[in-house]
């Protein structure tokens, strides 16, 4: 048998990594300044991290959802203290797609609609329901195509009054930054807009925090930055640093009913220790903090370099939109400096490291992007 090959790979395989080094089978070193899509959140192999899970292995790996799990509850107090929204309920499921899957369902069974107002270049998933709100026709199926989702431009707030004026949205789901477009920020008077309007039509705010949350800006969520609350906040890749969890932080509003939600793995022991490893991790070591320092290091590093057409983003959620002649920088950046990062299309490199990322770290990477833009 073989793969089903929808994965364009590089040729190199990383066997081995601590905090922000990988070690390929060959023995070469890189820096990893990406994460895997911004999973990797506290370094990988934290020994704390190791610890807690090998304990729990050790104890139990899983059971299933039909009885009492302590860390379910345990992380929900620890999570709503350090996110600020101790007064939602959360549900725990195994990846970011399926979070925003279940928010959508929530917010339909809450206000008896179907519609969802999303926005252009959006990206929410993969899944059934996350890829029709996902602006990408190259990736939706026609079993996927439907009626209930409508796109509006990001920060056009007439538009969104427009549209839900019309009496008939369930919720508008947006990015706290849109990841895969090129990082996109929503503006903070869009958001307060948004919030008003939600209020005034009767619809759900929810936020994708997938890629945006968990310390990756300064900020625990990304729409704290603008002093707004949402009535449903997703979560998902850093939040377990490499072991699959999501979540759905869920206002108070918003009742619950046996049967309403369900999932096989989500919230298992392991998973819940994952979590927990992370919250305690982000906390002693002032991660959210750190974050913002480095990400205002690489601004004032990279903004005005003569590569970049555009710096975007906040804290380590950073894009780079490159200028003209330096499409292949990404390429030379891994293969000759052996620093891995992500894109955005062609002309867009993001940053997504760790959020222990070190200065060290960082100036290396800034003198290896002098060193090959000269």
Same mark, same amino acid.
């Given at each position: 048998?073989?793969? @089903?090959?929808?994965?364009?790979?590089?040729?190199?395989?990383?066997? !081995?990594?601590?905090?922000?080094?990988?070690?390929?089978?060959?023995?070469?070193?890189?820096?990893?300044?990406?994460?895997?899509?911004?999973?990797?959140?506290?370094?990988?192999?934290?020994?704390? &991290?190791? !610890?807690?899970?090998?304990?729990?292995?050790?104890?139990?790996?899983?059971?299933?959802?039909?009885?009492?799990?302590?860390?379910?509850? *345990?992380?929900?107090?620890?999570?709503?203290?350090?996110?600020?929204?101790?007064?939602?309920?959360?549900?725990?499921?195994?990846?970011?797609? *399926?979070?925003?899957?279940?928010?959508?369902?929530?917010?339909?069974?809450?206000?008896?609609?179907?519609?969802?107002?999303?926005?252009?270049? +959006?990206?929410?998933?993969?899944?059934?329901?996350?890829?029709?709100?996902?602006?990408?026709? !190259?990736?939706? %199926?026609? @079993?996927?195509?439907?009626?209930?989702?409508?796109? /509006?431009?990001?920060?056009?707030?007439?538009?969104?009054?427009?549209?839900?004026?019309?009496?008939?949205?369930?919720?508008?789901?947006?990015?706290?930054?849109?990841?895969?477009?090129?990082?996109?920020?929503?503006?903070?008077?869009?958001?307060?807009?948004?919030?008003?309007?939600?209020?005034? &039509?009767?619809?759900?705010?929810?936020?994708?925090?997938?890629?945006?949350? &968990?310390?990756?800006?300064?900020?625990?969520?990304?729409?704290?930055?603008?002093?707004?609350? +949402?009535?449903?906040?997703?979560?998902?890749?850093?939040?377990?640093?490499?072991?699959?969890?999501?979540?759905?932080?869920?206002?108070? %509003?918003?009742?619950?009913?046996?049967?309403?939600?369900?999932?096989?793995?989500?919230?298992?022991?392991?998973?819940?220790?994952?979590?927990?490893?992370?919250?305690?991790?982000?906390?002693?070591?002032?991660? /959210?903090?750190?974050?913002?320092?480095?990400? *205002? &290091?690489?601004?004032?590093?990279?903004?005005?370099?003569?590569?970049? !057409?555009?710096?975007?983003?906040?804290?380590?959620?950073?894009?780079?939109?490159?200028? *003209?002649?330096?499409?292949?920088?990404?390429?030379?950046?891994?293969?000759?400096?052996?620093?891995?990062?992500?894109?955005?299309?062609?002309?867009?490199?993001?940053?997504?490291?760790?959020?222990?990322?070190?200065?060290?770290?960082?100036?290396?990477?800034?003198?290896?992007?002098?060193?090959?833009?000269?």
């Amino acid at each position: 048998m073989n793969l @089903f090959e929808v994965y364009k790979l590089w040729d190199i395989e990383p066997i !081995k990594g601590l905090d922000t080094t990988l070690w390929d089978k060959e023995g070469e070193v890189y820096t990893d300044l990406y994460g895997g899509h911004a999973v990797i959140s506290v370094g990988h192999c934290h020994p704390h &991290y190791v !610890k807690m899970l090998s304990e729990q292995l050790g104890n139990l790996g899983f059971y299933s959802n039909a009885v009492q799990n302590s860390l379910q509850r *345990e992380l929900a107090v620890r999570l709503g203290k350090v996110c600020g929204y101790d007064d939602y309920s959360l549900f725990l499921c195994n990846s970011g797609a *399926e979070a925003n899957e279940n928010a959508l369902k929530v917010a339909s069974f809450h206000t008896g609609k179907a519609k969802v107002l999303a926005f252009r270049k +959006a990206f929410h998933g993969r899944t059934s329901g996350a890829v029709a709100a996902t602006d990408n026709p !190259k990736i939706q %199926s026609p @079993f996927n195509a439907t009626s209930n989702i409508v796109f /509006v431009p990001l920060n056009d707030i007439e538009a969104v009054d427009k549209e839900l004026s019309k009496g008939d949205f369930a919720a508008v789901i947006i990015e706290g930054i849109q990841g895969v477009a090129g990082i996109y920020e929503p503006t903070a008077d869009f958001l307060k807009g948004l919030r008003s309007l939600c209020d005034k &039509y009767g619809c759900v705010l929810i936020l994708d925090e997938i890629q945006s949350g &968990y310390g990756r800006t300064g900020r625990f969520f990304a729409h704290q930055h603008c002093d707004v609350r +949402a009535d449903i906040i997703t979560m998902a890749k850093g939040m377990g640093n490499g072991f699959p969890i999501g979540g759905v932080l869920i206002s108070p %509003s918003i009742k619950a009913s046996y049967g309403m939600l369900g999932t096989t793995f989500g919230g298992n022991h392991l998973a819940c220790t994952a979590a927990l490893a992370v919250l305690d991790i982000i906390e002693d070591e002032h991660l /959210v903090e750190n974050a913002e320092k480095m990400g *205002e &290091y690489f601004r004032k590093a990279l903004a005005n370099d003569k590569a970049v !057409k555009e710096y975007r983003g906040k804290g380590l959620m950073i894009g780079l939109e490159l200028n *003209e002649g330096y499409i292949g920088l990404r390429d030379r950046l891994l293969f000759e400096k052996h620093f891995f990062t992500g894109a955005a299309g062609a002309n867009v490199i993001r940053l997504l490291p760790s959020l222990t990322v070190s200065m060290e770290t960082a100036e290396s990477f800034v003198n290896a992007w002098k060193e090959l833009t000269l």
